[in-house]
């Protein structure tokens, strides 16, 4: 299932500069390139945290670092505030091959992103 999420609460702030998703190959031991469409897959990663305090308590949450994926190339750097376009998550949940005990987790994808 994918869900939208609406970033207008939150502030985002790039912590590593983008980089194209990559993986081993099983059988090679090659390291290759995620591909969506015959497009590379970009990674952002950003600090995610709520924009204002809590208006009962006037603490900040906690954020998190989260992984964003997109085709379209992002033309920011690490240090930078951003949005996404069309940021949805999803979850997963896979057998891990080597002990046999499930994964799980979310995944985030964007079509877009832009430095503020």
């Known amino acids: ?3 939208a999420i609406d970033t ?3 502030k985002f702030r790039v912590s590593e500069d983008p980089e194209v998703k ?3 190959d099983a059988e090679t031991g090659e390291v290759k390139e995620v591909k969506r469409d015959g497009k590379p897959v970009w990674v ?5 945290k709520l924009a204002d305090a809590d208006p009962e308590t006037g603490r900040k949450a906690k954020g998190a670092e989260i992984k964003v994926s997109m085709t379209s190339i992002p033309e920011v750097e690490d240090g930078q505030l951003v949005d996404f376009g069309n940021l949805q998550a999803s979850e997963w949940e896979f ?3 080597t002990t046999g005990e499930p994964r ?3 995944s985030f994808k964007a079509s877009s992103v832009a430095a503020l």
Request: proline share 5%; glycine share 4%.
């Open 1 to 3: 299932m994918k869900l």
């Open 22 to 24: 990559t993986f081993v």
């Open 104 to 106: 799980h987790g979310l």
């Open 95 to 97: 057998k891990d091959k």
């Open 8 to 10: 207008r609460p939150y």
């Open 44 to 48: 952002v990663t950003v600090f995610m």
